[in-house]
């Protein structure tokens, strides 16, 4: 069974930090690019950055210079650093595994909300 599991969301003033992590399942993590998108209330869904396999990031031009994506493969966890928050930031965030062995190929947590306030 696969398992995606979100942590580290939370509320917090506008300038602050948060650290997301997701914790996945062994049998995919090592195969999968991972990213993380978020949905704000009212908002489409949107990619925020990913991570390959091979470590090679990608931001969405919002979240650049403020975010880091990285990934420890030890601990088959992905983490988000968010830093400089905004409220315009504030939404439910997703961990993503993506694959090109498996069917699915993707795999989402749960979500995670973070609020960033004025």
């Known amino acids: 069974q696969v398992q995606m599991v979100e942590s580290g969301g939370g509320l917090v003033q506008a300038g602050g930090s948060l650290r997301l992590s997701c914790a996945a399942s062994g049998s995919i993590f090592s195969i999968s690019d991972m990213g993380w998108y978020r949905q704000a209330p009212g908002s489409q869904h949107e990619l925020v950055a990913t991570v390959t396999s091979g470590g090679s990031t990608n931001y969405a031009d919002s979240v650049k210079g403020r975010f880091t994506i990285s990934r420890d493969n030890a601990k088959n966890t992905v983490y988000l650093q968010m830093n400089s928050l905004k409220p315009e930031d504030t939404a439910v965030y997703y961990c993503?595994?993506?694959?090109?062995?498996?069917?699915?190929?993707?795999?989402w947590g749960q979500g995670t909300q973070v609020t960033v306030s004025s």
């Open positions: 993503n595994a993506h694959n090109y062995i498996l069917s699915p190929r993707d795999y």
